[in-house]
Structure formats: structure tokens, C-alpha cells
């Protein structure tokens, strides 16, 4: 028998011993159920070009630098939900 026969073997020897039958339900076979896929930026986002006031511009890029990436889009995206929200 070789080394790796016998590695096998020893192998399967402990594994069967170590879990207890009454413990394993073989009653139900679960299937788990497939997680969503996570939509990508490019299918809930559209890019746009707009022209925006220096002074403004200048303010939305100084509060972008502080809190880093997405920054600007989380504003300008929150700013037209409140526009919105209140000419309704």
C-alpha cells in the first residue's frame, strides 16, 4: 500500500468517527437560495454634463475632497431629490 493510500485511509477512518450520526439531517436537502446580483454603478447612475457657478463649483469640490470618492454625486443626487421633493 502506498504512502498516500495509506493517508486516504487514515483519512477517512477519523472523519466518519468524529461526526454523530443522530447529528446529520438527512430528512431535507436545502438548496440555498442565490443571492441578487448587486446592480453595477453604470446600471442605476447616468452620466451627465452640466455647467455649475465657479462659486459653487468650488465649494462642491473642497466638500468632495474631504470625504472622498462619490462624493459629489452623493450631492448633487441629494440636492435634486430635495428640489424635487418640495415643488411637488
Known amino acids: 500500500m502506498s504512502k498516500m493510500d495509506e493517508l486516504k485511509n487514515k ?4 472523519s466518519s468517527g468524529s461526526v454523530h ?4 439531517d438527512t430528512s431535507q436537502d436545502i438548496k440555498p437560495k442565490p443571492n441578487p446580483k448587486k446592480k ?5 447612475h447616468t ?7 465657479n462659486d459653487l ?5 473642497s466638500q468632495s475632497v474631504e470625504n472622498g470618492r462619490g462624493e459629489k454625486t452623493r450631492i448633487i443626487n441629494e440636492a435634486l431629490r430635495l428640489y424635487f421633493n418640495s415643488s411637488n
Open 47 to 53: 452620466r451627465d454634463t452640466v455647467w455649475i457657478e
Open 21 to 24: 450520526p443522530e447529528l446529520i
Open 40 to 44: 453595477k454603478f453604470e446600471e442605476t
Open 57 to 61: 463649483k468650488t465649494k462642491l469640490d
Open 11 to 14: 483519512i477517512r477512518s477519523t
